[in-house]
């Protein structure tokens, strides 16, 4: 019914910048929430970022003032621009959405791309 397809992922060098994006396709009506977590190796999946319909924005504290999202609800697409970069903040991207195509609001999430920050 409706796929999140990610891309942008990649290997960078520490305090460089990546960018990524996530567009949901299929039958959407309204996406209410949509954002991105992360997974380490050995970790659980943890909440990067989060957006509203109308860009309210929310971060974890560790990648507050470096990482920023933003939507393009006509596109029903969600970014993450990453910047500065760091070690830790290599993992497994998803991007997440709360997604209405009746009669009730369905959680999606992506495939997952991969980001690797190393020197």
């Known amino acids: 019914q409706v796929q999140l397809v990610e891309s942008g992922g990649g290997l960078v060098q520490p305090g460089e910048s990546l960018s990524l994006s996530c567009t949901a396709s299929?039958?959407?009506?309204?996406?209410?929430?949509m954002g991105w977590f992360r997974q380490a190796p050995g970790k659980q999946r943890e909440l990067v970022a989060t957006?509203?319909?109308?860009?309210?924005?929310n971060y974890s504290d560790s990648v507050k003032g470096r990482f920023t999202i933003s939507r393009d609800n006509a596109k029903n697409t969600v970014y993450l621009q990453m910047d500065s970069l760091k070690p830790e903040d290599t993992a497994v991207y998803y991007c997440?959405?709360?997604?209405?195509?009746?009669?009730?609001?369905?959680?999606?999430w992506g495939q997952g791309t991969q980001v690797t920050v190393s020197s």
């Open positions: 299929g039958i959407i009506f309204n996406i209410n929430v």
């Open positions: 997440n959405a709360e997604v209405y195509s009746g009669p009730i609001y369905k959680n999606y």
């Open positions: 957006a509203t319909r109308d860009s309210t924005t």
